[in-house]
């Protein structure tokens, strides 16, 4: 186009907000917007099905540096030096640029870090034990070697707040080892003394605001007992490391981590402070991880460190797939460690700018996590603080009224975890002993790291108990007759839903007619028998299928796929539930259990 006066594309008009909300509202015909597009995640966050430029007013600044510079994290448990040691050189062997050593005892830095290099390799501690003499040590060993400063990269983890909120006791000589961390590190302003971590609040059940708001309400708390110690304001967010959990929400887990800096810069403001150099590390979440389908774990971390990574984290660990109910094998922790390497390298994440900054959604999503979570903060120390809250219970309650929300949405099945509630692998052998009973709550007042999929685990551990004991696995069958369509949809419906017990569902069993259908399933090798037809099938016919079924067997399931009318006409003449949409998973399935059970007994 020669005319410089002529913009590319000026014959269209643009489109307001307004324009396509006009268009949407007559595409619905009637129906209620926010009901039928309108998203509330669990932070009570309503997403909006489109935004546009005008939402642009609610946006917070919050441009990072591409993934060049991430620390890759691998995490050993350090009982031997030298075995430890090992295994930090093939971590970075295999690409890993930064370590994370659990110390449980104190062990010889110099054959700890034994051909390491430091100048290169982010090293990083937590102490379980002696955590000033090993800091000591380690720092001595860095001058030693004389490693630069600035180059000197990782942080110190005394557990403060882990363990506080996890085990209920506090110990107050921890301000004092902190307080020791910092004079130790002073030289080396890349290495954070202080950690604080909010993955405890993620993996009890949390939604994000909550993850956020503690948090910042523990820092507050962690500045008023340093301060007392003569520890500067500026010198103690300049020393802080902070520990995320990623979980599954994709979209949302980016806007948490750009809130949390948000909110980190404000409170900062309000101490005074302009300027400081913090870290943010994010670690894949247990809540999100499964036992059983376990190799879907792998895609949870890819999208879990994806969504970290756009949210300008400093550092990621990603856990083995398998880590929830193994020792992760080599090929597991090789895999954890490429999927950051493949991002960043592959996937181009170190190679361009982040691609979600100035996004409309992401902006929103960000700017109301941080309202909200905010408005929790505030609340929370008007209550007293981190502290006294915590004391008191509160923290842990509203954490327990998510962590239940979560629990029964993933129960009905409307909070998808594949291979878990949805999509089960009926091929998979899974053994019982690292199937959980179910979650057991052992004191109110402390949080308990746990898997999202703890009630339906044990649902599948008394499936697996049930065949060991008698050598045989339940057997489903999909009897179907009627109109095609219908009763295939309600028979993969089905086929899905029991699918999560374990049971030997089998594929799907036309018949011609009902009466064939309950005449041959009665005489079945089945113990569940599913009736899949249409609703104009069942009102002619699912009450003759319900009593030629009981004529001919009185002990076996039978259940009906779908939400017929005269669901009391069926109950009384003998079918033992419904399966469909509003079915609970795991109400239904133990119900099936407990008759399966009672058959067997009698």
């Known amino acids: 186009m020669n005319d410089k006066n002529k913009t590319l594309f000026s014959e269209f008009n643009p489109v307001s907000k307004q324009e396509w909300m006009d268009k949407v509202n007559i595409d619905l015909k009637g129906a209620d917007f926010d009901k039928k597009l309108v998203w509330k995640n669990l932070s009570k966050i309503a997403i909006q099905p489109f935004y546009t430029n005008e939402d642009t007013i609610n946006c917070l600044t919050n441009t990072g540096e591409n993934s060049q510079a991430l620390t890759n994290y691998r995490a050993i448990r350090v009982q031997n030096a030298e075995n430890a040691n090992k295994l930090a050189l093939k971590a970075i062997e295999e690409g890993m640029n930064g370590i994370i050593f659990e110390v449980v005892e104190h062990i010889a830095v110099s054959e700890l870090l034994k051909n390491i290099n430091l100048n290169e390799i982010s090293v990083s501690f937590i102490l379980f034990s002696n955590e000033l003499s090993f800091a000591t040590e380690f720092i001595s060993f860095v001058k030693q070697n004389n490693v630069a400063s600035h180059n000197l990269k990782g942080y110190f983890d005394t557990q403060l707040i882990s363990n506080y909120v996890t ?132 895609l949870r971390a890819t999208t879990e460190a994806m969504s970290a990574i756009l949210g300008n984290v400093d550092g990621v660990l990603i856990d083995p797939y398998d880590k929830e109910f193994n020792n992760p094998s080599d090929f597991s922790s090789r895999i954890a460690g490429n999927i950051s390497t493949i991002l960043k390298e592959e996937s181009y994440f170190g190679k361009v700018s982040n691609p979600v900054d100035g996004s409309y959604y992401i902006e929103e999503v960000t700017f109301k996590i941080a309202e909200k979570a905010l408005e929790l903060f505030k609340a929370i120390e008007a209550n007293g603080g981190f502290y006294t809250s915590f004391e008191g219970e509160l923290i842990q309650e509203h954490i327990a009224q998510i962590r239940q929300e979560k629990v029964k949405l993933i129960s009905q099945r409307r909070l998808p975890l594949v291979g878990v509630n949805k999509y089960p692998n009926l091929m998979e052998k899974v053994s019982s002993e690292i199937l959980s009973d179910s979650y057991k709550i052992t004191s109110t007042k402390i949080l308990k790291p746990r898997r999202a999929s703890l009630e339906i685990e044990a649902i599948r551990k008394a499936t697996e108990e049930l065949v060991a004991a008698t050598n045989k696995r339940p057997i489903v069958e999909l009897a179907s007759f009627g109109n095609l369509t219908m009763r295939k949809a309600r028979a993969a419906f089905s086929y899905d839903f029991i699918g999560v017990s374990g049971f030997n569902v089998q594929q799907e069993e036309s018949y011609a007619s009902a009466l064939e259908a309950a005449e041959t399933s009665a005489n079945s090798e089945a113990d569940v028998v599913v009736i899949c037809s249409s609703d104009e099938d069942y009102n002619e016919s699912a009450i003759a299928f319900v009593k030629a079924f009981r004529a001919l067997n009185n002990t076996k399931v039978l259940l009906l796929a779908g939400a017929p009318s005269n669901i009391d006409e069926l109950t009384e003449a003998g079918l033992d539930g419904v399966v469909n949409m509003r079915s609970d998973v795991i109400t239904t399935i133990a119900s099936i259990q407990k008759k399966i059970q009672q058959t067997i007994k009698a």
Request: net charge negative; glycine share 4%.
């Open 167 to 298: 085990t209920g006791k506090l110990d107050n000589t921890n301000f004092d080892v902190i307080a020791a961390l910092i004079n130790l590190t002073a030289e080396f302003p890349n290495f954070k003394a202080i950690t604080l971590s909010g993955s405890e609040y993620l993996d009890a059940g949390a939604n994000q605001v909550q993850e956020i708001a503690y948090t910042l309400n523990s820092l507050v708390y962690l500045i008023d007992e340093l301060t007392q110690k003569e520890i500067k304001v500026q010198t103690i967010f300049d020393n802080l490391n902070i520990n995320f959990a990623i979980g599954l929400e994709y979209f949302i887990e980016i806007g948490k981590f750009r809130a949390f800096n948000n909110l980190l810069q404000e409170i900062a403001t309000k101490y005074g402070i302009v300027e400081f150099s913090k870290t943010v590390t994010a670690k894949t979440s247990i809540w999100s991880k499964s036992v059983t389908d376990a190799h879907t774990n792998m």
